[in-house]
């Protein structure tokens, strides 16, 4: 079993963060869950268009599958105990750029109401 993650790169004017996911993120949506990615669009107080990176890994070999929260978890202390993890026990299989437009003051695509 080939287990899919990628570490993914958030940038906005201010703020960088390094974080893994499952599977291989290409849009907004495929971030929906992580927290790391919550946290990061949480800290910013200013609409802003955020960059995203996401360099795609598979650990293992045979039929792949989306790692699950778990197996994240343990890529990553794996990546904290051993800096050379990803180049040397995975292989990058692909990468993805995009950007989030972001507006601290809409939730969910809707703005706040006022009572």
């Known amino acids: 079993m080939a287990i899919l993650f990628s570490k993914v790169t958030m940038r906005d004017d201010y703020n960088e963060s390094e974080f893994l996911v499952g599977g291989f993120p290409q849009e907004t949506d495929d971030l929906e869950g992580w ?29 792949t599958v989306k790692a699950t929260p778990e197996e994240v978890a343990y890529m990553m202390m794996r990546e904290q105990r051993d800096p050379d993890f990803l180049s040397g026990h995975c292989d990058c299989i692909g990468e993805s750029d995009f950007n989030v437009n972001w507006c601290p003051d809409e939730l969910f695509g809707q703005g706040f109401v006022q009572l």
């Open 35 to 63: 927290t790391a990615y919550h946290e990061f669009l949480d800290e910013i107080t200013e609409d802003t268009v955020v960059n995203v990176r996401a360099q795609a890994f598979l650990y293992g070999e045979g039929e």
